[in-house]
T-cell receptor, first 112, second 116 residues
Framework: AQSVTQLDSHVSVSEGTPVLLRCNYSSSYSPSLFWYVQHPNKGLQLLLKYTSAATLVKGINGFEAEFKKSETSFHLTKPSAHMSDAAEYFCVVSDGDNDMRFGAGTRLTVKP | DAGVIQSPRHEVTEMGQEVTLRCKPISGHNSLFWYRQTMMRGLELLIYFNNNVPIDDSGMPEDRFSAKMPNASFSTLKIQPSEPRDSAVYFC??????????????FGPGTRLTVL
């Protein structure tokens, strides 16, 4: 069965500095991978997804993630953090059949 | 498209009362999912439907929980009787299957349930 580990429960960065949210996955098949963002008191919004096409995936709001099979990683990055990026981020892996496994989440804090 | 619609957004009830959460999926999507989010357990899949048929309800915590999908545009999650430990945010999501890739799930805004 697939699983996902988000390596940091909380990440704090200063506005304008790079963001790195780490995610490692375990999967028996060629997985699909997603990043979702959840702002306070809001639902989950899809940031980006990887589905066996290009390994570097660009998402909304300047985020991107790179699928590295050799490292079983799918880290989320952004060159320059904005105050509005403060939220909870979830890495998700799926082997198909609607079976999505969510990571525990990483809370991103952006300091002025 | 209005996205996934959930109601109510907030529900406060007393222990023992029946609670019904509602979800309208995105038009044309034929898969619907109910999740529960708590601080302790994170996001948990409770049940999902495909073409209005329950496919996997192994995540439903106990018999007090039930879910229905009478048609393609409406689903309910019912808790009867409710208990304080049911307090959580309940999310509904929908997706449209593609031939070759995993479905992307689109989430509603959630219902925050507080059971006193």
């Amino acid at each position: 069965a697939q699983s996902v580990t988000q390596l940091d429960s909380h990440v704090s960065v200063s506005e304008g500095t790079p963001v790195l949210l780490r995610c490692n996955y375990s999967s028996s098949y060629s997985p699909s991978l997603f990043w979702y963002v959840q702002h306070p008191n809001k639902g989950l919004q899809l940031l980006l997804k990887y589905t066996s096409a290009a390994t570097l995936v660009k998402g909304i709001n300047g985020f991107e993630a790179e699928f590295k099979k050799s490292e079983t990683s799918f880290h989320l990055t952004k060159p320059s953090a904005h105050m509005s990026d403060a939220a909870e981020y979830f890495c998700v892996v799926s082997d198909g059949d609607n079976d999505m496994r969510f990571g525990a989440g990483t809370r991103l804090t952006v300091k002025p | 498209d209005a996205g996934v619609i959930q109601s109510p957004r907030h529900e406060v009830t007393e222990m023992g009362q029946e609670v019904t959460l509602r979800c309208k999926p995105i038009s044309g999507h034929n898969s619907l999912f109910w999740y529960r989010q708590t601080m302790m357990r994170g996001l948990e899949l409770l049940i999902y439907f495909n073409n209005n048929v329950p496919i996997d309800d192994s995540g439903m915590p106990e018999d007090r929980f039930s879910a229905k999908m009478p048609n393609a545009s409406f689903s309910t999650l019912k808790i009867q009787p409710s208990e304080p430990r049911d307090s959580a945010v309940y999310f509904c999501a929908s997706s449209s299957p593609l031939l070759i890739s995993t479905d992307t799930q689109y989430f509603g805004p959630g219902t925050r349930l507080t059971v006193l």
